[in-house]
């Protein structure tokens, strides 16, 4: 069994940033692709960036692009999201997510381990 557990959220203003860390425990000897998740009030859970065990496969969605930077430090059982210049549009629950397996998986089904979230609020 794996366990995430997220931290860093918070309240910021435009324009700020912020970094999002997420800790695993348990059983974390397999390799884990990693990715960052956000539920927004009245929308649906998207995902906001991916990485392969070894740091390969790198995704973003669009809107985050240029402006967030996912990385992973496996000796620490940890993966970071650094939020730079943060938009009201950022606002909402992030969660972090693990899954085994190749590739790139930007839909929630395929990730069987979900941290509890942590919310960032972005005034405007």
């Known amino acids: 069994q794996v366990q995430l557990a997220e931290s860093g959220g918070g309240l910021v203003q435009a324009g700020g940033s912020l970094r999002l860390s997420c800790a695993a425990s348990?059983?974390?000897?397999?390799?884990?692709?990693m990715a960052w998740f956000r539920r927004a009030p009245g929308k649906e859970r998207e995902i906001v960036a991916h990485?392969?065990?070894?740091?390969?496969?790198?995704y973003y969605i669009d809107s985050v692009k240029g402006r967030f930077t996912i990385s992973r430090d496996n000796a620490k059982n940890t993966v970071y999201l650094q939020m730079n210049s943060l938009k009201p549009e950022d606002t909402a629950v992030y969660f972090c997510?693990?899954?085994?397996?190749?590739?790139?998986?930007?839909?929630?089904?395929?990730?069987?381990?979900w941290g509890q979230g942590t919310q960032v609020t972005v005034s405007s």
């Open positions: 348990g059983s974390t000897s397999s390799s884990f692709a």
């Open positions: 997510a693990g899954r085994r397996g190749p590739g790139i998986a930007t839909k929630a089904g395929p990730y069987a381990y």
């Open positions: 990485i392969a065990w070894s740091g390969d496969d790198i």
